[in-house]
């Protein structure tokens, strides 16, 4: 059975991400499981009896972190199915390990401009190497805008992404904003040449064109979310960020290859995951 799962360390960027996580399952209908990863050494027995009474402290502190956040899960959304578990860390691991996760919710530590400096090392694990859906929630959500925005590279690789966008569009009733962000004309196909010297209301237009094509099957499936499509030339990261600031949500894919695919986060999701002003959701390319 799919769940949403989340991690909580008892910080309140994770207290945050639980009340995501919540809201998320009650849209999905599907039961919320909540993760507290503990030291591995305090579950190997025997235990040396001069540490007996610090482990069963930690124990004990990790199992009330854990009640907190099913707590708080509950007060968001009485109706949602919770769970909360107590596991040997490490945190990263124990998230990525369970394989009835159909998304994974996670805090990114601090809020403001420096926020992406804290962004704990078990977050960035986790949305590097998940192979569903990751959300990283930082800080007190604003207020509701009732957009979904999602950023497109180039339409295959930006499929999975699409697809999350519009089905969290659809959701939450939402208008979906689809934001393709070119620097360069696009190549036509294997081996083309760019151009040195273009006119960009043209290559805007085809980019838009493009675009809209990529689109017409989302729509036919999502015929109830109000799709708009944007093309800005630009740096990726900076437009995406600015689109956030006006969105519930920002979608993004990875860009893995290979046996790496879901490995090598791409650098304009890396770089959200620093700027980005509202939940950003990860998506993998793959199968």
């Given at each position: ?15 945050a991400a639980v009340v995501w996580a919540a809201e998320a399952a009650s849209r999905r209908g599907l039961p919320l499981r909540i993760l507290h990863a503990a030291a591995p050494w ?246």
């Open positions: 059975m799919n769940v949403v799962l989340v991690g909580t360390d008892g910080s309140d960027s994770a207290t305090l579950y190997d027995t025997p235990v040396d009896p001069r540490f007996a009474t610090v482990r069963t402290w930690l124990l004990s502190t990790g199992g009330q972190v854990v009640d907190a956040a099913v707590a708080a899960a509950r007060e968001r959304d009485p109706d949602v199915a919770v769970e909360g578990e107590l596991v040997p860390g490490p945190a990263a691991r124990a998230l990525l390990g369970r394989e009835d996760a159909a998304v994974i919710v996670l805090g990114g530590h601090g809020t403001g401009p420096a926020a992406g400096l804290l962004l704990g090392s078990t977050t960035l694990q986790v949305v590097s190497h998940a192979r569903v859906p990751t959300v990283v929630v930082r800080g007190l959500e604003p207020a509701v805008r009732r957009e979904v925005a999602v950023g497109v590279d180039t339409v295959a690789a930006g499929e999975p992404a699409i697809g999350f966008a519009f089905e969290e569009a659809a959701l939450r009733g939402a208008r979906l904003r689809v934001v393709h962000v070119w620097s360069h004309p696009a190549s036509a196909g294997p081996g083309d040449m760019q151009p040195l010297v273009y006119d960009p209301q043209i290559v805007a237009g085809e980019e838009l064109r493009r675009l809209e094509e990529s689109l017409v099957a989302w729509r036919e499936k999502f015929p109830a979310v109000d799709a708009v499509s944007e093309v800005v030339h630009g740096r990726p990261a900076r437009v995406l960020a600015g689109a956030s600031a006006q969105a519930d949500l920002l979608v993004v894919g990875t860009r893995g290859r290979g046996g790496f695919t879901g490995l090598l986060l791409g650098s304009v999701s890396h770089a959200l995951l620093h700027r980005a002003h509202c939940p950003l959701a990860v998506v993998p390319n793959v199968p």
